[in-house]
């Protein structure tokens, strides 16, 4: 299941390469097609910002109210959970759109 590049309309891009595309304002992925660069967009950006918030709270409340040693364990697991949700929600459930970074055109 390949992805259509926003420039050349061709499906070209595959998930694991949109999943690390990143937001509107980062690099992005080259599609192989037309050599033009394209990320996810900007809905991508803020669903990352609510994952990440949520991590972040867990985080906290594991550092002050828990008192167990678990907990160090726990604040790693929430960084890594956060991090593969945002990447695998990024490469199936939002669009790509062309990079906007000027120094990559």
Partial sequence: ???????????????????????P??????CPNCG???????????FHAIVDV??????IYQYVAVESIMSNYY???AILIAFTVNHIVDAFFF???PAIRLDYR
């Fill in 1 to 23: 299941m390949k992805h259509t590049c926003p420039h050349c309309g061709e499906k070209t891009i595959n998930p694991l390469k949109k999943a690390f595309a990143g937001n």
């Fill in 75 to 77: 604040s790693i697991a």
């Fill in 95 to 97: 669009k790509l759109v």
């Fill in 25 to 30: 304002q980062a690099r992005g992925t080259v």
């Fill in 36 to 46: 033009k660069r394209s990320t996810n967009e900007l809905k991508s950006a803020v």
């Fill in 54 to 59: 949520i991590a972040l709270i867990f985080i």
